[in-house]
Every structure is written in C-alpha cells, then in structure tokens.
C-alpha cells in the first residue's frame, strides 16, 4: 500500500528555534526639486445679451491660448477644463428677466520650463478678466525619485535587520517577505526656502509694455516610502 504524499510543514508566522524571524521596517523620505509646475487660467466675459457674452469669451479665451502656445515647448499640456455660460437674473421685480450673461472658461498649463513660468503667470494676468492660480509644484507620477525612494527604504530595511542579526550574535539567513505599505508624494513638511533657487529670467517690461515677471521659487516636494520586511536568520546562541 502506498504512503500518502508528504506534504512540507507550514511555516509558522513567527519562526521555530531552528529559523527565528526578524520583522522590521524600511523607510525613506527624499526632498527633491519639483518637475513641473501647474497653473489655472479662468477667463470670464459678461454682456447684455448671449451672443455677446460668446463673442466676449471667445476673443478672450483665444487671446490666452495664443499667448501660451507662444511659448513652445515650455507648456507641456495645455488643457480646456470647463466652459459655462450663466444668466444673470434682475434683483427687483416680476418675473424672470435677465440682466446679463456670464460666461467663464477654465483652462490648465502644466510647464517644465521654470524660467518661463514667471513671465508668463503675469502676462495672463495682464489680460482682461482673466484670473490666474497657482502654481502648484509636483513630481511625474514616474519620476525617477519615487524608484530611490523605494530602493532606500529596502536598503535600509536589510541594513535594520542584519543590525538585530549581528546583536545576537548571528547573521541573515534569507529573505521570507517584504511589503510595499506605501510610496507616495507627501505633503510638504514646511514651507522653508529651498537649497537650489530657480528664478525667472529678466525682460524690459516697459518696452514691451508688459508687467514685470514674478520672481517664483520652486517648492521643494517630498517623497516618503516604507516597506515592511521578513528574513529568517541563523539560530543564535543565546
């Protein structure tokens, strides 16, 4: 009669004697220069009727479309984000009468190019009835700083658990697990100047009859990792 298949042991979470578990946690935090910076363009435009609010808000949303696309390359994505038109009721009296239209459209430029960012937020704000935010400072969702980030927080996560190792007197065995628990752009920790200023280049303002770029300092963004690992290790000799 044949004997039933032997089946492995099922390891236990927290090790045997004969292979002990270290679980420890890896973390890293980067501060790095932005990559792109992102600014919002709303342009407005109201008159007595329709057709005079869209003729309005036409000339104007164009004007600003083609003072950005003169910048070229600098612009990485230029992106209509909404678009409305809205009555403006009468305060006093019967009835629904209309007083005038507003109409409002939001566009957003996503730049690489910081030494152009400057001059340009204060040309489109230059413009008529046109409102600029921003910017907002951020990393590529593939930037480069969120791999070192990750690859530090392992590295550091071994360095912890040969550390526990070597006080007992033992060393790493293998590698049982390791968990990613998060790599992700968090949120500044302060407000401080950076270490590396961009500033915006200079231009006469007054012969081109333009206002003066604004003098922008990139904030400086922060990338956080943890991982969690498990390595067995030598048994040691207590």
Do not use: C
């Amino acid at each position: 009669m044949a004997s039933p298949p032997e089946h492995p042991p099922t390891p236990t979470p927290y090790g045997t004697p004969e292979a002990p578990r270290i679980a420890v946690r890896g973390e890293a935090h980067l501060e790095v220069d932005p990559e792109i910076a992102r600014i919002g363009i709303t342009v407005s435009a109201r008159g007595t009727d329709r057709k005079d609010a869209l003729n309005h808000l036409t000339r104007r949303n164009t004007t600003a479309l083609d003072l950005m696309n003169t910048y070229g390359d600098a612009i990485e994505k230029l992106e209509t984000g909404s678009f409305s038109i809205t009555p403006e009721l009468t305060k006093h009296g019967r009835g629904e009468r209309i007083r005038a239209y507003h109409g409002t459209v939001h566009i957003t430029a996503e730049l690489t190019d910081f030494t152009a960012l400057g001059e340009l937020t204060t040309r489109l704000a230059d413009l008529d009835l046109t409102r600029v935010d921003g910017p907002w400072w951020a990393l590529r969702p593939d930037s480069p700083a969120h791999r070192r980030a990750r690859q530090q927080a392992v590295h550091e996560a071994v360095q912890r658990a040969r550390e526990y190792a070597e006080a007992l007197g033992t060393t790493l065995a293998a590698l049982v697990e390791l968990a990613d628990i998060g790599a992700e752009n968090a949120q500044p920790y302060s407000m401080e100047a950076q270490s590396r200023s961009m500033r915006t280049t200079s231009f006469d303002a007054a012969a081109l009859d333009q206002p003066p770029a604004l003098d922008l300092e990139p904030e400086r963004q922060h990338v956080h990792a943890q991982v969690n690992a498990r390595f067995t290790m030598s048994p040691p000799a207590l």
